[in-house]
């Protein structure tokens, strides 16, 4: 209400309206746009740096707000006949399963690029689940302006290390392989490129625990993608209202 300049009385939009205005914002691409603007705006306030030292390109998972396909046993009262089986869909047809360790989770991969220098949110993409991290790196990293591109061993291969050549530093991970262990050597640049990269994690946590993002709020991959966005800009805003505050700055 203090943002908008709405107060309690009448005229003040209801939920309807507020959905309504979102999907259109959604439509038009509007929210990518509101993004960039938000972080034009910090830098012009000397909050956040133009060009960055590093950046860091990290996925983590958002489950679906859709409940996913489930069998259900229905039993029958008699014995003569034979016990059924209900497959229910899922309401939320982009979401895809995903196993990570021994848990497998039904949503989303929320792809992010956070700087090094402070941890702003520089970029944002959903996909389905399933969709690799091997083969999303040229997209996160166009149009990011940094000297070194981090990342952990997810993206490893000789495709992205290849991309990266030539246009940034190379800070991808090491990862081992059959019959071929790290060397000394790779190991000690892996702990090294970790200890750039836990800017990003720190960023996933205020998402997830600030934000509450663990979640989606909305189903289908277009209006996550936008939610995903719109969680951004509110980062970075709380980021920059943080900073203004530590540096003694007229917000």
């Known amino acids: 209400m203090i943002f908008s300049g709405f107060d309690l009385g009448e005229g003040t939009p209801d939920e309807t309206t507020i959905c309504r205005f979102r999907n259109s914002l959604i439509l038009k691409g509007l929210d990518k746009q509101i993004f960039a603007e938000i972080n034009s705006q910090l830098e012009a306030k000397g909050l956040k740096v133009k060009n960055a030292q590093g950046a860091v390109v990290d996925a983590t998972i958002i489950e679906s707000s859709a409940r996913p396909r489930r069998i259900i046993n229905i039993e029958n009262d008699r014995e003569e006949t034979q016990t059924q089986f209900e497959i229910q869909e899922s309401k939320d047809k982009d979401a895809k399963w995903l196993k990570k360790g021994n848990k497998s989770y039904y949503g989303y991969k929320g792809f992010l690029v956070t700087d090094t220098d402070d941890g702003y949110m520089l970029k944002t993409k959903i996909e389905p689940a399933n969709v690799s991290e091997m083969n999303k790196l040229e997209e996160m990293m166009t149009g990011i302006k ?43 640049i892996n702990r090294f490129i970790s200890k750039e990269r836990y800017i990003v994690e720190q960023c996933n946590g205020t998402i997830k625990r600030v934000f509450g993002f663990t979640r989606a709020s909305y189903m289908t991959r277009e209006k996550v993608d936008a939610q995903y966005c719109f969680k951004a800009v509110c980062f970075n805003l709380l980021k920059g209202y943080n900073k203004s505050v530590a540096l003694n700055y007229a917000f």
């Open 146 to 188: 940094a000297e070194t591109i981090y990342t952990d061993k997810g993206y490893s291969s000789k495709d992205n290390r290849n991309i990266i050549k030539g246009k940034y530093k190379d800070g991808i991970m090491f990862k081992a392989a059959r019959n071929k262990p790290l060397t000394g050597m790779q190991k000690l």
